[in-house]
C-alpha cells in the first residue's frame, strides 16, 4: 500500500510568489488534514477533508491560503501571496473514516521557505 | 482547553542510558486519544503509539514502554538502552473526543539526540 505523497518535497520562493503543495492521500481514505510546522514549533492544524469537503478550516492562518480537494483524492493547498512567516514544513495526513481509533498516517511533508 | 504540552525541548544522552519524554495533555472530553509519533532526520512522522483514555494499561514495544496516568494527565514514553538511531524529534499528540474526524493536536516536540 502506497503511503500518503507530497510534492515538492522542498520550495524556495520569494516573498509575494505563489506556491501550490500537492499531497495524495493513502486510497480509500476520504480524512484528509493539513498541518504545518514552524521551526521549533508545535505542528499546528491547518485544515481537515472530509471527502472534497471542508469539515473544519479552523486553523488556516488568512485568505493568502487556499485549499482544495476537487473530487475527494488529491489536495492542494495554495499561498498567494506568500510571506516570510509562511516558511515551516507543511504535513498532509490522510485517514479512514468511521475508525474510531484510526491513526493519522503522515506524508513526508513538504519544506517550505519564502525568502 | 485541549493541548499537549512537552517541556522537554532538546534532551541528550549518551547510548544505551534510558531516556523518557514528558507529556501532559488538557482536555475536557471523557472519552480521547493519546498518540506519539517519531520524526526521524529524514523527515517523515512515524506513528509509534495510540491509546484510548479508557485503557491505562502500560505498554511495552521493544525497548519502547509508555505510561498513561489519567489521575495527573500524562502519558510518558521511556526508551530503555537507547541508540543512536533513536535520535528524532518525538511528537505527542491528542484526539478528544470519541470522533475519527476530530483533529489530532500536536505538543511542541521533544528533540532527542543520543551520543555514542
Known amino acids: 500500500e502506497a503511503g500518503v505523497t507530497q510534492f515538492p518535497s522542498h520550495s524556495v520562493i520569494e516573498k509575494g510568489q505563489t506556491v501550490t503543495l500537492r499531497c495524495d492521500p493513502i486510497s480509500g481514505h476520504d480524512n484528509l488534514y493539513w498541518y504545518r510546522r514552524v521551526m521549533g514549533k508545535e505542528i499546528k492544524f491547518l485544515l481537515h477533508f472530509v471527502k472534497e469537503s471542508k469539515q473544519d478550516e479552523s486553523g488556516m492562518p488568512n485568505n493568502r491560503f487556499l485549499a482544495e480537494r476537487t473530487g475527494g483524492t488529491y489536495s492542494t493547498l495554495k499561498v498567494q501571496p506568500a510571506e516570510l512567516e509562511d516558511s515551516g514544513v507543511y504535513f498532509c495526513?490522510?485517514?479512514?473514516?468511521?475508525?474510531?481509533?484510526?491513526?493519522?498516517?503522515f506524508g513526508n511533508g513538504t519544506r517550505l521557505t519564502v525568502t | 482547553a485541549q493541548k499537549v504540552t512537552q517541556a522537554q525541548t532538546e534532551i541528550s544522552v549518551v547510548e544505551k542510558e534510558d531516556v523518557t519524554l514528558d507529556c501532559v495533555y488538557e482536555?475536557?472530553?471523557?472519552?480521547?486519544?493519546l498518540f506519539w509519533y517519531k520524526q526521524p532526520p529524514s523527515g517523515e512522522l512515524v506513528f509509534l503509539i495510540r491509546r484510548n483514555s479508557f485503557d491505562e494499561q502500560n505498554e511495552i514495544s521493544g525497548r519502547y514502554s509508555w505510561n498513561f496516568q489519567k489521575s495527573t494527565s500524562s502519558f510518558n514514553f521511556t526508551i530503555t538502552a537507547s541508540q543512536v538511531v533513536d535520535s528524532a524529534v518525538y511528537f505527542c499528540a491528542l484526539r478528544p473526543g470519541y470522533s475519527s474526524a476530530s483533529k489530532i493536536i500536536f505538543g511542541s516536540g521533544t528533540r532527542l539526540s543520543i551520543r555514542p
Open positions: 482536555t475536557r472530553d471523557t472519552t480521547y486519544y
Open positions: 495526513a490522510s485517514s479512514q473514516v468511521g475508525s474510531l481509533n484510526s491513526p493519522l498516517h
